[in-house]
């Protein structure tokens, strides 16, 4: 197999955006497959001369659909790494693709340098040279069931926080627009939380986070929140155009709450989706309600 030419598949069903998305990828010795419904991507997967490294997936216009077509390429080829490239800009949808075992969620329109280095950084052990700037590609879900594995053997506790940054005034679950992508992203490049070494803390799609904390009991939770809301305090001195969004968290704290990967990040996902509404409850208030309150 190594020996084949490696190649990535696009599957969606507009031709245009997979020409688009093919032609970001000039120059490099890469086979693009497209397809145009998942028939077609499941028969290139089973084609033993399809060296594929990579799948970049719209939902399509059913997404209950797009989810199972996800579901069912992560059973057949769970090594094989899966952008979500989507028009879906529901927070829900987000959790849900991230459970499914999305390695990143891309809303379009995007920017197609933006695209481009998110590629390669998948495909970073041949093609990383091209950008210094790219950075090391993070399968959170294998790192997850790993330490969740060693936490049951070891008996220690764990905790798994997911936090994200949403904007004020907009919809409840809208994802927030792609003009504050570059302000979440310096965001996670300036990170200077204070954590411990076993600790890592990820970005995860445009403005999602996932923190996984080895040690970390039920009962220091808040000094997690404490450090990460300090964190953001900091940065927002630095950039004023982070001071525009909210940041909301909830954790999941193992072997208290025992679960699978999937069952924990959909939970997580749920809590965090009703700290942001609390939040915006809060943010809506009338004055006669704050009194009242």
Not at 41 to 56: G, S
Request: hydrophobic share 40%; proline share 2%.
């Amino acid at each position: 197999m190594s020996d084949i030419e490696e190649g990535i598949i696009i599957l969606d069903e507009v031709s245009m955006m997979r020409r688009r998305i093919g032609s970001l990828l000039q120059g490099i010795n890469l086979q693009i497959y497209e397809a145009a419904y998942d028939v077609e991507l499941f028969n290139i997967l089973a084609d033993e001369n399809a060296n594929i490294r990579l799948i970049l997936m719209d939902l399509g216009f059913d997404v209950n659909k797009g989810f199972e077509t996800l579901g069912k390429i992560k059973e057949k080829r769970p090594e094989i790494p899966i952008f979500v490239v989507t028009t879906h800009n529901k927070r829900p949808d987000f959790i849900r693709a991230m459970a499914e075992g999305a390695t990143d969620y891309i809303l379009k329109p995007f920017d197609d340098a933006f695209l481009r280095e998110k590629i390669l950084s998948v495909l970073k052990t041949k093609y990383s040279v091209a950008s210094e700037n790219i950075s090391i590609s993070f399968n959170i879900h294998n790192y997850l069931n790993a330490e969740l594995k060693k936490a049951k053997k070891g008996k220690y506790e764990i905790t798994v926080l997911m936090c994200t940054l949403f904007e004020s005034g907009s919809e409840l679950h809208n994802m927030i627009e792609n003009k504050y992508l570059e302000a979440v992203g310096r965001f996670y490049k300036n990170n200077k939380i204070n954590l411990w070494e076993t600790d890592v803390f990820e970005q995860y799609g445009s403005q999602t986070f996932l923190g996984v904390f080895p040690y970390c009991t039920a009962a220091n939770v808040d000094l997690l929140h404490k450090k990460i809301m300090d964190y953001y305090e900091e940065v927002v001195k630095e950039d004023k155009s982070l001071s525009l969004l909210n940041i909301a968290m909830a954790t999941i704290t193992y072997p208290a709450e025992d679960m699978e990967v999937k069952e924990l990040l959909l939970t997580l996902g749920m809590r965090m989706n009703r700290v942001v509404e609390e939040m915006k409850k809060e943010e809506n208030k009338t004055p006669y309600e704050e009194i009242k309150k």
